[in-house]
């Protein structure tokens, strides 16, 4: 019987990361599934779906603590993975001129439309022209029957002037 973990982790950036979670895995023979990994400020963290053989789970489990020694704090979850429903995604992209809890106020319209925020990623960069803050976020987004893209616009637009909104398939 195959068993499934989700592992988080972070710790300090630094070469070799991937590949010591790698050999652990394939000492094990497990199966890097799926993941999502990233340096923010200088830390490495992530989280990644491994699939292990269930005769090796809990040895897995005691490896992944053994990285601790390498820096990395990581912690495995063992869950059961099922089929996701076919739903209707699109990627969302706003901008607009940066200022605090305007991720609060993005993601506020987004559940009470019941939009669904599967992964996202932000970030504040430098306008162009003015050297102002611009605050970006791109989403893959989960849309419930019956609302259209054009509503979600309009929600979103309705919170400041300066926001844009795009929606595209994902």
Known sequence: ????????LIGEDKPGLVQKLAEVIKTHGGNWEESRLANLRGKFSG????????????EFEASVRQLAEQGLSI????????AR???KTRMLEVVANDRPDILREVTSVLSRLGVNVEELNTNCEPAPMSNELLF?????ISIPDGLGE??????LEELADDL???LHPG
């Open 1 to 8: 019987m195959i068993q499934h973990f989700i592992l988080t």
């Open 75 to 82: 912690r495995a979850h063992q869950t059961e993975l099922s």
């Open 164 to 166: 844009m909104v795009e």
């Open 136 to 140: 970006r976020a791109k989403a893959q």
């Open 85 to 87: 429903p076919s739903i």
């Open 47 to 58: 989280i990644v779906v491994v699939s292990i053989p269930g005769a090796d789970a809990s």
């Open 150 to 155: 054009e509503q979600i616009a309009a929600s």
